[in-house]
């Protein structure tokens, strides 16, 4: 079963930046497309970014284009979340997950395994 762990969370203000990275277990992460969830303290898990298995083809939700980058490097078996201007509805559990496709999605429901993830916190 595929493992994902997220690290690179924290406390960071508004207006900075931060780099999330997950690790997959397995050499089928190479095979999948990734992508990027977040969940806000009473809020429902909402989609942030996904790219396909070669990295060709990225999705962005609306709120985080242009500030958020996602990539991957399938040779580690990486995928990165780069977040600049970050502002405080930024905070929130970061998930990454893997789709048991080559393309991505934009459906928490399309995406078979999760990471536990790891916090951002953005202050004022």
């Known amino acids: 079963q595929e493992q994902l762990v997220e690290s690179g969370g924290g406390l960071v203000q508004a207006g900075g930046s931060l780099r999330l990275s997950c690790a997959a277990s397995?050499?089928?992460?190479?095979?999948?497309?990734m992508g990027w969830f977040r969940q806000a303290p009473g809020k429902e898990r909402e989609f942030v970014a996904s790219i396909s298995r070669l990295g060709s083809i990225t999705e962005y939700a609306d709120s985080v284009k242009g500030r958020f980058t996602i990539s991957r490097d399938n040779a580690n078996h990486m995928v990165y979340l780069q977040m600049s201007s970050l502002k405080l509805e930024d905070t929130a559990v970061y998930y990454c997950?893997?789709?048991?496709?080559?393309?991505?999605?934009?459906?928490?429901?399309?995406?078979?395994?999760w990471g536990q993830g790891t916090q951002v916190t953005v202050s004022s």
């Open positions: 397995e050499r089928t992460f190479n095979s999948y497309a």
């Open positions: 997950a893997v789709e048991l496709s080559v393309l991505p999605s934009t459906r928490a429901s399309a995406y078979a395994y």
